[in-house]
């Protein structure tokens, strides 16, 4: 649980956890929840924004006391287009990488002097060149990788 401080009805601070001491108080993570309101930290929930989707970014939250505790709601807004273009470049970014560790890894399956049959060396290029195909896939951020033969 998170705790935000309010002093004369002002939020003090992001919330966070309990301070094992506050002022002259030790041991103050150890207090309950109506002795910590004495010293102005109320609990806090996050109420998540329903409307977030995969286009939308978050910017900030609202804080309303409401009864006991301190309601967290979030606010979103659209991402633009470069954002959206930004956050797609470095997903494909980390593909390609991801791709290139697992070629490397396989790389030994082509050689020469590799010890698998021939069946099993055209299953590894089978397997290699869907590798090598991943970024004609479109979403980034449901790439389907195919299964290394066993």
Known sequence: MKYIQIIDGQFFGEPTD???????VSNFHL?????????????VRLVENTNKTTTTLVTGYDFVIEGDGVIQY????????EE?????N???KQIR????RLLQSSD????SDSPLTEEKKEE???????????????DPFNIIWPNNPE
């Open 97 to 100: 990488m991801q791709r290139g």
């Open 108 to 111: 030994w399956t082509q050689l």
């Open 124 to 138: 590894w290029q089978t397997y290699r060149q869907s590798l090598r195909n991943i970024t004609t896939q479109t």
């Open 90 to 92: 470095e997903k494909w």
């Open 31 to 43: 207090l309950s929840d109506e002795q910590l309101k004495d010293y102005g930290w109320y609990p």
């Open 18 to 24: 309990i301070p094992k001491s506050f002022g002259n």
């Open 74 to 81: 979030e606010q979103i807004r659209e991402k633009t287009s």
């Open 84 to 88: 959206i273009q930004t956050e797609n």
